[in-house]
């Protein structure tokens, strides 16, 4: 099955982090040594929001519980490279009627495959 895109673009601002991924040796006297875990150690979470009418919100939660947290889709942030991401955390916020926001969890995966 082929990767889908998520093509829709989030409101300005949110949050971006790195968190290195590293295994620690500890020996006596504290002495502690440390290493990358594997090739891919550096992948960014962004917490986005998207903001729209309800048929809007609607359509995106659809696409991320069809993705159902486990599968990757591609993702390309305002400015940043294209960049595969899971989804398994969102919610839905109600601000007036008509308008809604849906805010949403991307972290980078490193799978294989296109």
Known sequence: MA????????LFGGSSSIRARVREAKFGD????????GINTMARSRKLSFAGDAAM???IEAF???????????FTY???ARCKVRCAEWDRSYLAAGDEVVSAAFEQVFDPGE
Do not use: I, K
């Open 78 to 80: 305002p400015g940043a």
């Open 3 to 10: 990767a889908e895109t998520f093509s829709w673009t989030p």
């Open 30 to 37: 504290g002495y502690v040594q440390r290493v990358a875990d």
């Open 64 to 74: 991320l519980a069809r993705q159902g947290g486990a599968r990757w889709f591609w």
């Open 57 to 59: 919100c609607d359509a």
